[in-house]
């Protein structure tokens, strides 16, 4: 396969991973409530206000948009995966009852594109800063 090709489906990859990132992202800006629930749920963080949110929000949209731009890929490919590894592992319990969660089994998929894109950051050239 040529690098081409390779750098073309990466990129795919790339966007496609950031989109998803990208609206879990903005959900702490647009509707902090939501994402409250969603960290005392699924984290066991709870008691966190719109201007936590918007902290953990406005780093997460940093290293998203590093992401995106393919700037250092070690530090945000690797933040993205286990961004995703941890939303996955914590939705543990919804895999249990498969036919009450199915959206939930979508995480799977992403989380092997977030393990292929650090995997292959290297070959990962598309549309990155310092692309060759």
């Given amino acids: ?15 496609s991973v950031f989109l998803v990132m990208l609206m879990w992202t903005l ?16 984290y066991w963080i709870g008691g966190l206000g ?5 902290i953990l929000g406005a780093i997460e949209l940093a290293i998203l948009l590093g992401f995106l731009v393919g700037y250092r890929k070690r ?3 690797g933040a993205v995966l286990l961004f995703h590894a941890v939303s996955t592992l914590s939705s543990f319990p919804q895999y249990l009852a498969p036919f009450d969660n199915l959206l939930f089994f979508a995480a799977w998929p992403m989380l092997a594109a977030c ?11 598309r549309l990155t800063l310092g692309a060759r």
């Fill in 115 to 125: 393990t292929a894109l650090y995997s292959l950051r290297d070959l990962d050239t």
């Fill in 1 to 15: 396969m040529s690098s081409s090709r390779v750098a073309t489906a990466l990129l795919a990859l790339r966007l």
């Fill in 50 to 54: 719109p201007a936590a949110l918007a």
């Fill in 27 to 42: 959900d702490k800006f647009v509707n902090p409530a939501h994402a409250a629930r969603v960290y005392e749920h699924f």
């Fill in 75 to 77: 530090l945000t490919y």
